[in-house]
């Protein structure tokens, strides 16, 4: 147990950071008052804390980007989180709902996504469409997002020889599946 020396509450040394120079071992001050005067020395100069992190990060890039990796690794579900909101504004339970409601595949081709892959989430500047498999959501990019050149895609496809068992029934389900992601002409 040692008492610190900024808050004056008595803690177990788990509660005190390492620290060599120090007769037992450990800083003077507790992790948690450590903090706050970390905090304070970032907000009173942030311009010298960046550089001094950058330096550092200059300095020793293999210690850098083992650390990174390590990071990642350790807390992938949680980065993904912050990457649907940040991006998307989504949580990782809006995204499964909108896969769940896509009968679990992508919104186009119907597709399952594999072990270990991931769907796009596809959006405009209207918002989250759906999420999409990585060659329809390149798809829709090809087309350039319009209609009308999704339809004569179909139509290119028939026209050479393309057997489709009913064609009016495929171009039309094609029309009709792309119909919420794609942009009308015009």
């Known amino acids: 147990m040692k008492r610190c ?7 177990p040394f788990a509660g005190f950071y390492r620290a060599r120079a120090c007769a037992d071992g450990h800083r003077p001050e507790c992790k948690a008052c450590f903090a706050k005067a970390q905090k ?5 100069n ?3 804390q960046i550089e001094r992190v950058r330096a550092w990060r200059e300095k020793n890039p293999e210690k850098f980007h083992a650390y990174q990796r390590q990071y990642r ?12 909101r940040r991006t998307f504004g989504l949580t990782q339970a809006d995204y499964d709902e909108m896969l769940r409601a896509q009968s679990g595949g992508c919104a186009i ?8 892959e991931s769907f796009h989430v596809d959006h405009c500047e209207a918002g989250v469409r759906g999420i ?5 959501n390149n798809a829709l990019g090809q087309l350039r997002e319009d209609e009308g050149i999704a339809g ?4 290119y496809l028939a026209s050479n020889g393309f057997v ?3 064609y009016c029934e495929m171009r039309e389900l094609a029309i009709v599946r792309a119909g919420g992601l794609v942009k009308a002409p015009g």
């Open 5 to 11: 020396s900024k808050c004056g509450e008595t803690k």
């Open 40 to 44: 304070a020395r970032y907000l009173k």
């Open 46 to 48: 942030p311009q010298k």
């Open 73 to 84: 690794a350790k807390n992938k579900p949680a980065m993904r989180e912050g990457h649907l």
């Open 109 to 116: 081709c119907g597709d399952k996504p594999k072990a270990g």
């Open 132 to 136: 999409l498999c990585v060659r329809c």
């Open 152 to 155: 004569r895609a179909v139509d």
């Open 164 to 166: 489709l068992t009913s």
